[in-house]
C-alpha cells in the first residue's frame, strides 16, 4: 500500500501549486488524510488535515487562508492547493492517512496518528 504524492516543482513567491495525493493498491476513502511539511535541516510538521467523518479541515497557522485541501472522490486523489507562496514554504510535502478518527487539531497535528505515508514531492519557492 502506497501513497503517491506528486505536483512539487520550482515556482517564484506569490505562485501557486496543486499537490496531489493518489493511493496505489486500495482505496484511502474512510480515512483521514493529512499533508505535512519538511524543510532541510528541520523535523516534518503539519501543514493541513481532512477528516473523513465530516470532512472538516484543519490548517497550520502559518497556511491558514492560503492553503486548501480537498478530495476528488471519483479520482480518489487528495489535493494541497498552495496560493501566495512564500519562500519559507519551500520544503518536501507528505501526504498521509489514518484511521484515529481525530476530531480536534491537536491529534491532527501528530505525526503517530497517520499509518500510510507518500514519498514526499519538492517545493521550492523562490523570491
Known amino acids: 500500500v502506497q501513497l503517491q504524492a506528486s505536483g512539487g516543482g520550482l515556482v517564484q513567491a506569490g505562485g501557486s501549486l496543486r499537490l496531489s495525493c493518489a493511493p496505489s493498491?486500495?482505496?484511502?476513502?474512510?480515512?483521514?488524510m493529512g499533508w505535512f511539511r519538511q524543510a532541510p535541516g528541520k523535523e516534518r510538521v503539519f501543514v493541513a488535515a481532512?477528516?473523513?467523518?465530516?470532512?472538516?479541515?484543519y490548517y497550520a497557522d502559518s497556511v491558514k487562508g492560503r492553503f486548501t485541501i480537498s478530495r476528488d472522490i471519483a479520482k480518489n486523489t487528495e489535493y494541497l492547493q498552495m496560493n501566495s507562496l512564500k519562500p519559507e514554504d519551500t520544503a518536501a510535502y507528505y501526504c498521509?492517512?489514518?484511521?484515529?478518527?481525530?476530531?480536534?487539531?491537536?491529534?491532527?497535528?501528530?505525526?503517530?496518528?497517520?499509518?500510510?505515508w507518500g514519498q514526499g514531492t519538492e517545493v521550492t519557492v523562490s523570491s
Open positions: 493498491g486500495r482505496t484511502f476513502s474512510s480515512y483521514d
Open positions: 481532512r477528516s473523513w467523518r465530516d470532512g472538516s479541515t
Open positions: 498521509a492517512a489514518g484511521r484515529r478518527y481525530c476530531s480536534n487539531i491537536g491529534c491532527y497535528v501528530v505525526r503517530d496518528n497517520y499509518d500510510y
